[in-house]
């Protein structure tokens, strides 16, 4: 569902990927690792077809992301950011609605059906109680929620998380991934940057490690999240307890 071909980027005479390959299957959680700065941001950007590369391509479905009209990508990917706060005081209910958004002329308003995709995407993350919350006064993991159900509302198959489990405690962190995994048991393709290499072990299927703007590894999350790769990745020593637990090598 998701091929990248060599893919190279830049930000004019400074290079920050370059020959990036790799691919998503439906159905699929692909883990993005890496340290800061290593790109993954603009990895995304490029997927999302925000921002055109120096060479290779991104392919959604089959289809170059850079032929794709706006609407034709908004109907095969959804993006769902880190939790923010918008500049005005939406409801949980609006602001699931506004993923509908892009099937529809600039000045029609939501129909029935729109409401109907906004209702079905509050229930099948179980959070309909919160549609007449405000978004501002949730906690972290239920603005999460409420983002992941405003991309299911969209109706897109693809769903690009930018760090999604950022700044959520122990317990949202694990309801979030669980409901994450739940989407890709129902055929949806997720890829998601993470700073955690311990949820990437439990949770993901395949594992993209980046570092100094290329691909470190690719693969299984078993055959990427190792000692040795998780020690060139960040520069500390790692030891992987019976192949699932990370620590920190010296840890007492």
Do not use: W
Request: neutral net charge; hydrophobic residues 40%.
């Amino acid at each position: 569902m998701i091929q990248v071909e060599s893919l190279s980027v830049g930000y004019g005479a400074r290079q920050v990927l370059h020959d990036i390959s790799f691919s998503a299957a439906q159905g699929e959680l692909l883990a993005v690792l890496g340290p800061n700065g290593v790109g993954k941001t603009t990895l995304f950007r490029c997927m999302l077809g925000l921002k055109a590369p120096t060479g290779g391509r991104v392919l959604l479905g089959g289809d170059d992301v850079r032929q794709l009209s706006a609407r034709e990508l908004a109907d095969r990917a959804a993006y769902i950011p880190q939790s923010h706060y918008p500049a005005f005081h939406y409801t949980v209910y609006d602001m699931v609605l506004m993923g509908t958004a892009h099937g529809l002329s600039p000045f029609v308003s939501p129909g029935r059906a729109q409401q109907k995709q906004a209702e079905q995407a509050l229930a099948r993350l179980d959070i309909t109680a919160l549609a007449d919350r405000y978004y501002t006064q949730l906690s972290g993991g239920q603005q999460q929620l409420v983002l992941i159900a405003r991309a299911l509302a969209q109706q897109a198959r693809i769903l690009f998380m930018d760090e999604p489990a950022s700044g959520l405690d122990f317990g949202n962190r694990i309801k979030l991934m669980r409901q994450v995994r739940r989407l890709t048991g129902e055929g949806y393709t997720v890829v998601l940057s993470s700073h955690d290499p311990q949820t990437a072990l439990t949770y993901a299927d395949r594992v993209l490690a980046l570092h100094s703007g290329g691909v470190l590894a690719c693969g299984t999350a078993r055959e990427v999240i190792t000692e040795a790769t998780m020690g060139a990745l960040y520069g500390v020593p790692f030891e992987l307890l019976d192949g699932r637990v990370i620590v920190p090598k010296g840890a007492e």
